[in-house]
Each structure stands twice: as C-alpha cells, then as structure tokens.
C-alpha cells in the first residue's frame, strides 16, 4: 500500500482520565509517529495534541479510531494523496 504523510489533531477533555490508554495508544503506533506536540490548555481544561504521521491510510485509520473511542477524546486527521 502507499504511505501518506499527515497531521492529527487530537482534543482530550479528560486527560486524566484517558492519559494512560491514549499515551499506550501512541505508544502502539509510534512506527508510524514521525512528530509530536501536545500544549495544555489550563484555561479551557484541555489537552491540545498535534501528530505528524508517515503511514498506510489503514495504519493512520486504525490510529484515529483508536484514538477517537475513547471518552472525551476527539480526532481529526489531513492526509496527501
């Protein structure tokens, strides 16, 4: 399959909560991880996560549906063609 290159952008909403399993997530998939920058948003009780990817569209997609079941966390990803 093609490799794609993307971004992520991942909002948790209860970082406390979910830190574990999305940290074990990202761990998980780290082959796939090119970059990293996540920015805590005290004022707003958010946790901002930003992921450059190199991957297969099914690589990145099982990423972000990880990603994205668990509580409070929402994903977006853009992909090249």
């Known amino acids: 399959m093609e490799r794609r290159i993307g971004v992520i952008g991942i909002v948790v909403e209860n970082r406390k909560?979910?830190?574990?399993?999305?940290n074990k997530i990202l761990s998980d998939h780290g082959d796939?991880?090119?970059g990293r920058m996540g920015i805590p948003y005290k004022e707003?009780?958010?946790?901002?996560?930003?992921?450059i990817v190199d991957g297969?569209?099914?690589?990145i997609g099982a990423l972000?549906?990880?990603l994205g079941s668990l509580p409070g966390?929402?994903?977006k990803s853009a992909?090249?063609?």
Request: hydrophobic share 40%; net charge positive; proline share 0%.
């Open 56 to 59: 297969t569209t099914d690589e």
């Open 32 to 34: 796939i991880i090119v």
């Open 17 to 22: 909560e979910v830190s574990d399993k999305l």
């Open 44 to 51: 707003r009780g958010l946790c901002v996560i930003s992921l």
């Open 73 to 75: 966390v929402k994903v």
């Open 64 to 66: 972000t549906g990880k």
């Open 79 to 81: 992909l090249t063609k």
